[in-house]
């Protein structure tokens, strides 16, 4: 299938890019590289240097390459900035799937895989979270994404030929296997990420933003899920939708590590001490986070391949401790 991935040069999307390329299909890449690194990228795969917004240009690139189904990657994710600048928020996550999705209409592309949040959720009602727990975010960038939820709903209430899947990721982890991609964010607020910083020295320490929480140890417990792991879910559904569909998946192991257990972990597969600082708690986050994912399971035949924290850890380890300044040429 010819796919266009949005953000294809970016963490999750340069992911999507090999799997794609590995099932057989033709990817190709859109990202304006404000955060992507156009490095990442494997020479066959065309790359357009475009920004969401630029709806003609994304037309035209539809037909050219007679793309089928488009996967949706590019967003801004940094939920504290989203609350310091929503309209930036607003404009690249909501308008800038209005403009995708504007070209795509006029192409008549109806195939769309959208990349959502456990963020759409806020500090939802109940744990494990299922697909049709309320949600209620709490935040700009959540709402960003809710509201592309709610778009597609739209189109696909008024177009029978519209199909589309929106994956809500909970903590998205690790990287390739074979250590040659992995996560490189320009700054990088993730915990796993910012921990092997502290244990190659590359930062200070890393703070444990709080102790307090009802949990069995007091810090946050969240869902990490692997990247390929993830990314698999995406190719199953571009492979599955077909007209009609109106999807909504939960993307996480179905079980949480608490903050201390990530530190643990850490200190155990890399092999270095980890300075640490216990501080206070960071406004906005809940104490627990975990997916249910039976849904994903049942209707894509989902499996996640890599639940154990150590091998999501090592990995993550493999590729920093290889790329310690990320893509950059150092
Ligand atoms: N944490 C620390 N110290 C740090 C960084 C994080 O203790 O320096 C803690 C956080 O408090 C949280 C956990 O580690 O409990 C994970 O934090 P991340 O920042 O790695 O991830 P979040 O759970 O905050 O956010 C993730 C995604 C968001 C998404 C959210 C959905 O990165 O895009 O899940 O709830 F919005």
Redesign the pocket.
């Known amino acids: 299938m010819n796919i266009l991935v949005t953000g294809g040069a970016g963490y999750i999307g340069s992911h999507a890019i090999r799997q794609l390329l590995e099932a057989g299909h033709f990817p190709v890449v859109l990202d304006n590289l404000s955060y992507g690194h156009r490095n990442t990228i494997p020479n066959n795969v065309p790359f357009y240097h475009v920004d969401l917004k630029e709806t003609d240009r994304i037309a035209e690139i539809l037909r050219e390459h007679h793309i089928e189904a488009v996967m949706h990657f590019a967003a801004l ?3 504290g900035e989203s609350v310091q600048k929503p309209l930036l928020y607003y404009r690249n996550n909501t308008a800038g799937a209005v403009s995708l999705l504007e070209a795509m209409e006029r192409v008549g592309v109806k195939r769309f895989v959208f990349s959502s ?3 759409t ?1 806020g500090e939802p009602e109940e744990m494990p979270i299922v697909e049709t727990t309320k949600q209620q975010p709490i935040n700009p ?2 709402r960003s994404k809710w509201f592309v939820e709610q778009i597609l709903r739209d189109i696909a209430a008024t177009d029978p030929k519209f199909g589309f899947a929106a994956f809500r ?4 982890a690790g990287a390739s296997e074979d250590g040659t991609i992995g996560e490189d964010h320009q700054p990088e ?4 990420p ?1 921990v092997l910083f502290a244990a190659m020295g590359k930062r200070n320490n ?5 102790t307090d929480y009802p949990t069995s140890d007091g ?4 869902d990490y899920v692997h990247v390929n792991d993830l990314v698999t879910a995406h190719v199953l559904a571009v492979e599955a939708l077909s007209d009609g569909d109106a999807r909504f998946y939960n993307l996480g192991i179905g079980y949480g590590y608490s ?1 201390r257990e ?1 530190l643990d972990t850490a200190k155990k597969v890399t092999g270095k001490e980890i300075p640490t600082v216990f ?1 206070l ?2 406004e906005g ?2 104490a627990q ?1 975990f997916a249910n994912s039976d849904k994903v399971q049942k209707e894509l035949g989902w499996q996640p391949q890599h639940t154990d924290i150590d091998e999501v850890i090592a990995s993550a380890w493999h590729w920093h401790s290889t790329h310690p300044n990320g893509y950059a040429v150092s």
């Open positions: 994710i940094s939920v949040t456990a963020a959720y960038y959540g990721y909970f903590n998205v607020t993730h915990l796993i910012l890393i703070t444990v933003f709080g810090t946050c417990v969240r903050v990530i501080g708690r960071r986050d809940p986070l």
